[in-house]
């Protein structure tokens, strides 16, 4: 047991880190390693909730510091993703580990060609959208996030930096910070909702909840020390790998 929480510790701190830096959560990295493992969905999801609301808080605090961060724009994608928040909570209950897995590899593969390309969708769509377009995909985007945040455990991060980047153009140095504070609206709903419904093994979420709070503090404090193209290729090849690896022990 104690071999698995330092597992899970090194895992979180991994994980942290990554949020930190790029936004979308260190449980696209903390969920993989718990399906590997063997545990259900919803005991996955909930756990890795409880390590992405610490990364969040985390990341937070030194952005808030940093002054980084646009609340309004936060409020605006957290508030209307919390009801997808609390659907993908109860919906995590009724999946099995296999399926679990396979929308996992998929969902790992479409946020590695976004990061891939990610730059030239934003150069390409780098346009004011008609209000209608606009509202339909903001509402549509945050609701998606609430449930992805929830079902798999990552936070909307996902979702929440390309509305960022895309829809209000933000920087990627105030989206990530913006995205976090965001996050911790929905990640935090979530857990409650799964710690409602019993769903977290405490042990496993604390471990990866410790390490990806510390990693979240280096990641945040260190933000402009990345390279973010060497950043962004490393990650979604490492994304591609993941998701190759939940396919294959579906």
Do not use: C, W
Not at 36 to 56: D, E, K, N, R
Not at 73 to 82: E, Y
Not at 92 to 108: E, N, P, Q, T, W
């Amino acid at each position: 047991m104690l071999d698995l929480i330092i597992i899970l510790f090194l895992v979180g701190f991994g994980g942290g880190v990554l949020g930190a830096l790029i936004g979308v959560g260190g449980g696209i990295i903390m969920s993989p390693a718990l399906a590997f493992i063997g545990f259900p969905p919803y005991v996955i999801a909930s756990s890795s909730l409880l390590a992405v609301t610490a990364t969040s808080l985390s990341s937070t605090i030194t952005f808030i510091k940093k002054k980084y961060i646009d609340y309004s724009l936060g409020l605006k994608l957290g508030i209307p993703a919390i009801p997808g928040a609390i659907l993908g909570s109860f919906l995590s209950k009724d999946s099995s580990l296999d399926s679990f897995k396979i929308l996992f590899a998929v969902l790992l593969i479409l946020v590695a060609i976004y990061i891939i390309f990610k730059n030239r969708i934003i150069n390409k769509l780098n346009f004011e959208f008609p209000k209608i377009l606009f509202y339909s995909l903001f509402i549509l985007g945050t609701f998606t996030a609430g449930i992805i945040s929830s079902f798999f455990g990552i936070g909307g991060g996902i979702i929440f930096v390309p509305i960022l980047l895309i829809i209000f153009q933000l920087k990627m140095i105030n989206a990530s910070p913006t995205s976090q504070f965001a996050l911790l609206l929905t990640s935090s709903t979530g857990l409650l909702t799964h710690i409602i419904l019993e769903n977290p093994e405490y042990i496993l979420g604390i471990a990866l909840a410790s390490g990806s709070f510390l990693g979240a503090q280096i990641g945040s404090k260190y933000l402009h020390h990345f390279k973010e193209d060497l950043l962004r290729n490393i990650f979604s090849f490492s994304l591609v790998i993941v998701a190759m690896g939940l396919f294959l022990s579906s």
